[in-house]
């Protein structure tokens, strides 16, 4: 199949044809409103109209001719201009009776040279629409050649992703920079030739002439300056990183203008290595990534659990604020050249230490750092993540939060206890342990069919050890098998759905099956801080290659 020839239409004042009432009828209209054109919609009185399709309808934006299409409505619905001939038409109809209608439509057109677009029949049409990114004068159109317009969605969505916000404005403004240097050159053009004619009449009783009387201003000196102006403006376009282009503002029109002045005071002005007329550095310094503030979650521990977000954070942050229960498989990952500080929490301490981490991190945006708040589990389970967005949402930083896989799911699941199972628990609740300033809070009320976790419960029993008991005698697990802080606690029937005490007291496991081996499958057991670094670089380095 030969390639489609892709072409922009001005459609202003065109009369579109749209036979159906559906949404995708209504997605015509909509698109033919867009665009500047008169939407008319072919539909018998009966039809069920979709409901925005109705709005723009009794709207006026839409015409509605209540009947069955009709021959000659081809030739009378148009514009006067044209003899009364439509300018294109959308058929919608679906279904396998609409097949001999579509059919003869798409014959009609085709013989009256009218561009026809029918739904899922691509042998039946003259055109496509593609799907299309819109910002401004901005227009980019991706078609799969009817072989599947939801990959053409993906793909314009991908491509449309890798622009800067608001490009359609810098294209605006190159736009007019290159109008404004066509303009003046017309301008000077004519004035050169205005003086030539006025020199050709001048009377010979006039006083002596001025010094730069003698002075040429020749044709080539104008199209020099003009030539220069447009390599320029095409040097620009061609080669400079979208980024620094978005970033010229309207201000900045007027510095180019007049750096690359169209008359030449001197021949010396003429050189092809005269000034650029805009600083480099400083718009390179306008599109510098934004301080910002982000709130991430550690996960439980495993460098195999974080999330992917907060992997590339850890990375890229140039500051991290890491609480002081982030295990040193997490720490292990920040970069040796990333600034670290971990929290300095310790009984009596804590909101010292909270307040000084806020400081450090309000400091660190003030000075243009992008700042990482590394948080154990998730940052809004327990985290203070609520309260540390409100703080910096208040000093202007509106925080970004990523989540984190909460010990609260994650330590039951590696114990073997489901938090949830049909027939046995149906409902989650976690609560916490330790109430503010040490305080016990209000146990929940008991319900058989809710499993219920509570976090900073207990001491932390060793380390990676599972206590099974049962409330009975819970405490004198833990009082003789030792503890310190944190433990978590989970109360249920579903803590013995996969697994039991046998009828003891207490069962004591030493490890979390399949916990210990995540960072051998994911290949990173026995890799350290250096090494891990080594192939965190790499990796980025891939990437920048790539981009």
Known sequence: MPALLLTAHDCVGHVHL????????????????????????IAPPEAEIYYALKDKIETGHVDWRKSGFQDDDLTILGRNEVDNVVDAVFVTLGGKESVVARTHISSLCRRLRIPINVLDSPNLCTFSLPSTHSDGPLQIGITTSGKGCKLATRIRREIASLLPPNFGSAVERLGTIRRRIWEEDHRCHQALADSTAVAENEDDDLPAQKPTFNQLISESDLTAAKTRRIRWLSQVCEYWPLRRLASITDADIDTILESYSTV???PASTSTTATPPLDISTLD????????????????????????????????STVILADKLVPSAIL?????????????????????????????????????????????????????????????????????????????????LFAKVPATSRGVSDQVLICTGTGRKGNAP?????????????????????????????????????????????????????????????????????????????????????????????????????????T
């Open 18 to 41: 749209v036979i159906g009432s559906n949404s995708i009828a209504n997605a015509r209209c909509a698109k033919s409103i867009e665009v500047g054109a008169k939407p008319i919609v």
């Open 264 to 266: 030449p005071s001197s």
């Open 285 to 316: 310094l306008r599109t510098r990534p934004q301080p910002r503030i982000i709130l991430a979650g550690s996960g439980p521990g495993s460098p195999s659990l974080l999330t992917l977000a907060t992997h590339r954070a850890i990375l890229t």
């Open 332 to 412: 292990d990952l920040i970069p040796r050249r990333t600034p670290l500080h971990i929290a300095r929490k310790f009984p009596g301490n804590a909101e010292a230490a909270q307040s000084e981490l806020l400081a450090l991190g309000l400091e660190a945006l003030q000075n243009g750092h992008t700042v990482l708040r590394l948080k154990q589990g998730d940052p809004y389970i327990y985290g203070r993540g609520s309260e540390e967005f409100a703080w910096f949402a208040e000093k202007g930083f509106k925080p970004i939060v990523l989540p984190g896989i909460t010990s609260a799911l994650s330590a039951p």
């Open 442 to 546: 209000q146990p929940p009320v008991y319900n058989a069919v809710q499993t219920v976790i509570f976090l900073m419960a207990l001491h932390r029993i060793g380390e990676l050890r599972v206590i099974r008991s049962t409330l009975q005698f819970v405490v004198q697990a833990v009082e003789a098998e030792g503890s310190r802080p944190p433990g978590l606690l989970v109360l249920g029937q579903a803590c013995e759905v996969l697994k039991g005490r046998g009828g003891a007291r207490w069962v004591v496991e030493e490890g979390f099956e399949g916990f210990e081996g995540l960072d051998e499958m994911m290949g990173l057991q026995g890799v350290g801080g250096e090494m891990r670094e080594m192939m965190v670089e790499r990796q980025m380095e891939r990437e920048a290659v790539m």
